[in-house]
């Protein structure tokens, strides 16, 4: 009878299981030689729950099941071991158990089996997309780092055009150039955000640290942003809170990674204010935090959009959200974050949006703020 049991119990089992198979088998052999070789009364069968939970974890469903049930008849069939008579009411009650402790146990180890099963295809999943993300940020911060090459290749070459190097142009081929090196310097600066996020993300933001003032920095970059706002009949304004007159927020900061958070900020409201309104770049300092608030008087922001608006790539649906690549507003958070500061939006009543950041203050204004 035990070597006719592999061929139909295990046609599954792969050949590193065999021997699993067989001491399972042996172990039952000796539990089974205890149980007929003593009274009836002497209960044996619980020690088939350690062949049980070993046919669960190393053997397939099948076999554990039908170990269960060998395991079972033979604790029933115990009862008439030892040339005796157990169909005495302890006796019958204390093989019920037992043979209940079996079923139970057979079935837990099955529901455990599977939970170890699940969690183990779960994990492989994880891990193979967490290796396919990584193919795919390696893919793209190489693409947009040979990318940039050719880019600045493009934009040197068309502005020697433009300035005639090569000839002279006439006023409407001067008007082309212009669009085309805009465009081409417009593909650029999204190329390195696309490089920095990635870069970020990886390496960590690599920040040169020094006494700043952000309200020098807000100034430098608007003026930068004038022609921009200009074309666009928006007007920029600064407040710098309680107070009518200029003042300083000092804080421990990269004046370039702060720049381009004001470019960003600024950037985003002036593309997302109608014609003829308003951004107002509100600077109010204090004790522990300094802040900045761009406001603008857009199309505002709806509160589902709210807790995604720092996400990557995420571009909303609203006609506020329609442009850009969603980089911007990721990078100005990683930069925030790196600072040690924090980064939040608000709808603003009837319209318009308010980007909110605060950093750290400088403990000790530097001699120049006097």
Same mark, same amino acid.
Do not use: C, M
């Given at each position: 009878m035990l070597k006719a049991l592999p061929r139909s119990w295990t046609r599954k089992l792969k050949a590193p299981q065999w021997g699993v198979f067989? &001491?399972?088998? *042996? #172990?039952?052999?000796?539990?089974? #030689?205890?149980?007929?070789? $003593?009274?009836?009364?002497?209960?044996?069968?619980?020690?088939?729950? *350690?062949?049980? @939970?070993?046919?669960?974890?190393?053997?397939?469903?099948?076999?554990?099941?039908k170990f269960t049930l060998v395991a079972v008849?033979?604790?029933?069939?115990?009862?008439w071991g030892f040339g005796g008579n157990g169909l005495e009411a302890p006796t019958i009650a204390s093989r019920a158990i037992a043979v209940l402790a079996l079923g139970v146990t057979g079935f837990l180890s099955d529901r455990?089996? /599977?939970?170890?099963?699940?969690?183990?295809?779960?994990?492989?999943?994880?891990?193979? *997309?967490?290796?396919?993300?990584?193919?795919?940020?390696?893919?793209?911060?190489? #693409?947009?780092?040979?990318?940039?090459t050719p880019l600045l290749?493009?934009?040197?070459?068309?502005?020697?055009?433009?300035?005639?190097?090569?000839?002279?142009?006439?006023?409407?081929?001067? /008007?082309?150039l212009a669009?085309?090196?805009?465009?081409?310097?417009?593909? #650029?600066?999204?190329?390195?955000?696309?490089?920095?996020?990635?870069?970020?993300?990886?390496?960590?933001?690599?920040?040169?640290?020094?006494?700043?003032?952000?309200?020098?920095?807000?100034?430098?970059?608007?003026?930068? @942003?004038?022609?921009?706002? /200009?074309?666009?009949?928006?007007?920029?304004?600064?407040?710098?809170g309680d107070s009518e007159f200029r003042k300083y927020l000092w804080v421990n900061g990269d004046g370039f990674q702060l720049g381009r958070v004001f470019a960003n900020l600024l950037t985003n409201a002036i593309n997302h204010t109608p014609r003829g309104g308003k951004v107002e770049i509100v600077l109010e300092p204090g004790v522990s935090y300094q802040v900045a608030k761009i406001i603008d008087t857009g199309a505002g922001i709806t509160a589902d959009q709210l807790p995604h608006l720092f996400e990557r790539f995420y571009q909303g649906e609203s006609d506020r959200a329609? &442009?850009?690549?969603?980089? *911007?507003?990721? @990078?100005?958070?990683?930069?925030?974050?790196?600072?040690?500061? $924090?980064?939040?939006?608000?709808?603003?009543?009837?319209?318009g949006a308010i980007f909110c950041f605060r950093l750290p203050a400088f403990p000790i204004q530097p001699h120049s703020s006097k």
């Open positions: 067989w &001491t399972i088998v *042996g #172990l039952f052999v000796a539990i089974a #030689l205890l149980e007929f070789s $003593t009274p009836p009364n002497y209960v044996f069968g619980y020690l088939y729950i *350690g062949p049980i @939970l070993l046919a669960s974890s190393r053997l397939n469903q099948s076999a554990t099941v008849i033979l604790t029933i069939v115990a009862l455990n089996r /599977k939970y170890l099963d699940a969690i183990a295809q779960q994990q492989a999943k994880l891990e193979a *997309g967490e290796k396919l993300s990584r193919l795919r940020e390696d893919f793209a911060s190489t #693409l947009t780092h040979d990318l940039k290749g493009a934009i040197e070459t068309l502005k020697a055009f433009e300035q005639e190097h090569f000839g002279g142009i006439l006023p409407a081929q001067r /008007k082309v669009t085309i090196i805009r465009s081409h310097q417009t593909s #650029l600066q999204l190329v390195e955000t696309l490089l920095d996020v990635y870069r970020n993300d990886t390496e960590g933001l690599q920040l040169q640290l020094a006494p700043v003032d952000l309200v020098t920095i807000a100034e430098e970059v608007a003026a930068t @942003l004038f022609n921009l706002a /200009k074309s666009r009949r928006v007007h920029l304004s600064f407040n710098y329609a &442009t850009g690549s969603g980089l *911007g507003l990721y @990078l100005t958070r990683q930069i925030i974050a790196a600072h040690g500061g $924090t980064i939040w939006a608000e709808s603003r009543s009837p319209n």
